[in-house]
């Protein structure tokens, strides 16, 4: 398990894990890391955002199993279980604005049985939360005790109303059902396997500057984000697991910058000569974003650790090999 964990506990070191879209971008990576703890890992997919191809290296390995399971209709997983992390659902913009029912239906109907899952095996419950519960925030940086900002009949509101409702429901199963859940409100994070069309940021600017094009920033770019490296993210998520706190605890990265800096960095980082140009900025975009990670650090001793710099430098050369990869495919 990973070097950091509640200071005074005693980190608890799960043998059996269930990752509910597992075959996702942070999904493969907690399934990666567990793996490589040699923790048994049976990851549930429909891969309906993610794919086999992003847990391919796990295959044969005998602590891997890949199951394809909606959890919309039903989780069953024969044998023991202790820990469940509920990473299953569209995570971009551009995924849960295509599938806007089922995205709600994954955030109530997939956790409901993700819980369940969790009451019949007594085993820790862990909801991968977002920082867009706190919509466009009022509050600035965001710590976990403000309600949040969020309008529930925009076209965001599948995401962001389908998350607070799985954290209602975490909470509810905790105080009346027994059941041992964590909330973490994960903040924008970035690395190799989004995918290059997913719609979020990182990745599409990185494939516009690769491809030559240029790279398309919402509005005047003024809008912030913090962009947390997903190792980091995987480490404190895996820390978080191994307590027994409820959460909320935000994770994610509190260096803040506008969106124009991400996209100025990502040209130099690629090396490209695209210019930057401007597109209409989406209805209900958060204006800025910047987690207090106060909460974090006290009870994880955790902080993120990799620079943007280094974290972009391994994203990009990941995006170069697999859009090389692509273009190999599409010649075949
Ligand atoms: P992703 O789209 O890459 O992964 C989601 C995975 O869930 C995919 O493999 C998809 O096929 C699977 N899935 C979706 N619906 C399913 C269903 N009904 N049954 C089974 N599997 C299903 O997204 P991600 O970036 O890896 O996000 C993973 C989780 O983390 C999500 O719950 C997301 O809300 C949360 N999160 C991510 C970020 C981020 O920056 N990446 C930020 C905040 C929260």
Redesign the pocket.
């Known amino acids: 398990m990973p070097h950091v964990h509640a200071p005074g506990a005693t980190p608890r070191r799960p043998r059996r894990v269930v990752v509910?879209?597992?075959?996702?971008?942070?999904?493969s990576h907690l399934c990666t890391a567990l793996v490589g703890h040699r923790v048994e890992v049976v990851a549930?997919?429909?891969?309906?955002?993610?794919t086999p191809a992003n847990v391919a290296h796990l295959l044969d390995d005998p602590c891997f199993r890949l199951v394809r399971?909606?959890?919309?209709d039903f989780v069953h997983v024969p044998g023991p279980v202790d820990l469940v992390l509920h990473?299953?659902?569209?995570?971009?913009p551009a995924?849960y604005l295509r599938i806007p029912v089922?995205t709600l239906?994954?955030g109530s109907l997939?956790t409901w049985h993700a819980l369940g899952l969790a009451k019949d095996k007594g085993a820790r419950f862990v909801l991968?939360?977002?920082?867009?519960v706190y919509g466009d925030p009022q509050v600035h940086p965001q710590p976990e005790h403000y309600w949040g900002h969020v309008n529930p009949i925009g076209p965001r509101g599948v995401?962001d109303e389908g998350?607070r409702f799985g954290e209602a429901l975490a909470t509810a199963y905790r105080e009346h059902e027994g059941v041992d859940t964590g909330i973490v409100r994960?903040?924008?994070?970035?690395g190799p396997r989004m995918r290059p069309h997913?719609g979020r940021a990182i990745p599409t600017f990185i494939r516009q500057a690769l491809r030559g094009e240029p790279l398309t920033v919402a509005g005047d770019g003024s809008q912030t984000r913090s962009v947390c490296f997903v190792d980091d993210l995987v480490a404190g998520i895996l820390a978080f697991a191994a307590t027994t706190h409820p959460g909320p605890v935000n994770l994610g990265n509190p260096d803040e910058m506008t969106v124009r800096r991400i996209a100025e960095d990502v040209v130099r980082a690629t090396g490209s000569s695209s210019v930057i140009e401007t597109v209409e900025l989406p209805v209900d975009d958060p204006r800025m974003r910047r987690p207090d990670t106060t909460l974090a650090e006290r009870l994880l001793g955790w902080r993120p650790r990799v620079t943007w710099r280094e974290g972009l430098a391994r994203t990009v050369e990941w995006c170069r090999q697999d859009l090389a990869a692509s273009a190999d495919g599409e010649g075949a």
């Open positions: 509910t879209g597992g075959a996702g971008f942070l999904g549930l997919d429909d891969f309906s955002t993610g399971c909606d959890v919309t990473f299953a659902s569209p995570a971009s995924d089922q239906k994954v997939g991968a939360s977002t920082s867009e995401y998350k994960i903040f924008n994070t970035y997913d």
